[in-house]
């Protein structure tokens, strides 16, 4: 199985102030057709996981251009430009490259 | 819109069985493959199984592989995850998602509230 390894486990961050989460993985997510399948989601507290970014750096619909995600290979990070309230919760990186898909362990975006 | 609704959690003694289900709507339910994936208490999350539009594929973790069984109706637009020899650790929250069609597949671009399961004696 891939395992996915995110940093920081935590990130306290001042409103206005920019945040980044790094997610490596233990082998390339490039697929045999050329796509690198590393998604983003985001759970805020006491909801379900959201759609934020799919292959590497596109944003899914309605999420707003502060978030961004870029990488290659094995290492991918998701940038928030200018945190907002509404940015509090967990951070997830996924591979889709191969079954069975497997998640980081989560990164916590809090306010300072 | 899109609407997936779980139901079917509870509280059941280790060894027990357990059907979820996952009402489906505001899309053409038979057109995307739809996944379980759980969440225990306080932790990440853990995917579990993915069935095909069809119904024809299937796959499953290897916490779960063998005790577990995904099905699907799509004439009543519903997903179904049956759990057999259920562990303490199966304690979670099981979500359904629905796995993007186009070009964000295979994200997982809609997800239900979820349905808590407990395992216990």
């Known amino acids: 199985d891939i395992v996915m390894t995110q940093t920081p486990l935590s990130s306290p961050v001042t409103l206005g102030q920019p945040a980044s989460i790094s997610c490596r993985s233990s082998?390339?997510?490039?697929?045999?057709?050329?796509?690198?399948?590393l998604t983003w989601l985001q759970q805020r507290p006491g909801q379900p996981p959201r759609l934020l970014i799919y292959?590497?750096?596109n944003r899914f619909s309605g999420v707003p251009d502060r978030f961004s995600g870029s990488g290659a290979g094995t290492d991918f990070t998701l940038k928030i430009s200018r945190v907002e309230v509404e940015d509090v919760g967990v951070y997830y990186c996924?591979?889709?490259?191969?079954?069975?898909?497997?998640f980081g362990g989560g990164t916590k975006v809090e306010i300072k | 819109q899109v609407q997936l609704v779980e139901s079917g959690g509870g509280v059941v003694q280790p060894g027990g069985s357990l059907r979820l289900t996952c009402a489906a709507s505001g899309f053409t339910f038979s057109n995307f493959d739809i996944h379980w994936v759980r969440q225990a208490p306080g932790k990440g999350l853990e995917w579990v199984a993915i069935?095909?539009?069809?119904?024809?594929?299937?796959f499953y973790s290897d916490s779960v592989k063998g005790r577990f069984t995904i099905s699907r109706d799509n004439s009543k637009t519903t997903l179904f995850l049956h759990m057999d020899s259920l562990r303490a650790e199966d304690t979670a929250v099981y979500y359904c998602?629905?796995?993007?069609?186009?070009?964000?597949?295979?994200?997982?671009?809609?997800w239900g509230q979820g349905t808590l399961v407990t395992v216990s004696s």
């Open positions: 292959k590497i750096s």
């Open positions: 996924m591979q889709g490259t191969q079954f069975p898909l497997t």
């Open positions: 998602a629905r796995s993007c069609g186009g070009d964000c597949y295979p994200g997982l671009d809609y």
């Open positions: 069935i095909s539009y069809d119904g024809t594929y299937k």
């Open positions: 082998q390339s997510l490039v697929h045999s057709d050329g796509n690198t399948y």
